[in-house]
């Protein structure tokens, strides 16, 4: 195969490889946003903090259970945390 070749079959992959991600990024991130914005209702329009965050990702990895120690740790009632770390994990 020639140098010119497997170059652009290189290029061509990395570009695939690198749009598919683009497309997966959102979706992800919105699962974690959804998690924060349920955190926040509870808050009544309070920001949450970045350790809200921190557990929603968590949760976005799949530790349901960890998700929602760290919310309930953070003063987030059980009922919410659960809610938030299901949205999270879709």
Known sequence: MRTSTRIASVLT????????????????????????????????????PESVRAACYVGLAGAYDECVTGLTEDGVTKGTAASACRLASK
């Open 13 to 48: 992959g990395l570009t695939l490889a690198l749009g598919g991600a683009a497309l997966v990024a959102p979706a992800a991130h919105a699962d974690v946003t959804a998690c924060v914005n349920q955190v926040e209702r509870e808050l009544k329009g309070g920001e949450a």
